[in-house]
């Protein structure tokens, strides 16, 4: 188990960085390798990260499906609980990846809510200390919509920056 436990967090690293990267405002300047159109560089990773369907937009469904995998990768027993040990593998990794990225991005993107959204405060609804697949599941509705912050039922660059 010590094994995963060290691999866990670089594979978490791909889940969830790209919620870090788009910490920006959305906006970038040119448009690189990958980068959809009309998108900024921090935008458009975040699309390739979220957009499970790669149809351009993110979706409650699209969320929900990114969750899972989170869920499962931190959820290193397999049992479908996220146990007090994972829980700190989980803020230890999520620790290191605010600390990757906090020099030259913004505030205003998905990262931090992301982020947030991967506590025990979050996700653990009954208070038990253990967070289930259930509860996980049940956290993402509200997840989305505080990241729809047009509430126009999808996460497009509307909702970030100077836009949202």
Do not use: C
């Not at 990757?100 to 959204?117: D, F």
């Amino acid at each position: 188990m010590k094994a995963t436990i060290f691999l866990a967090p670089l594979a978490v690293l791909a889940l969830v960085g790209g919620a870090a990267v788009a910490d920006g405002h959305g906006q970038g300047q040119g448009q690189g390798q990958g980068q959809r159109q009309g998108q900024g560089p921090q935008m458009a990773h975040f699309l390739e990260e979220w957009d499970m369907n790669a149809d351009g937009r993110v979706t409650v469904e699209d969320v929900a499906a990114r969750r899972t995998d989170i869920f499962d990768m931190f959820d290193l027993s397999g049992d479908g609980v996220i146990d007090a040990e994972e829980q700190a593998n989980m803020a230890a990794t999520i620790a290191g990846q605010e600390e990757n990225n906090r020099e030259g991005h913004g505030v205003n993107g998905p990262g931090p809510r992301i982020h947030g959204a991967m506590t025990p405060a979050y996700n653990d609804a009954n208070h038990d200390g253990q967070i289930t697949a259930a509860e996980w599941a049940e956290a993402t509705p509200r997840l989305f919509t505080e990241l729809d912050r047009n509430a126009d039922g999808v996460i497009n660059p509307m909702d970030f920056g100077r836009h949202g």
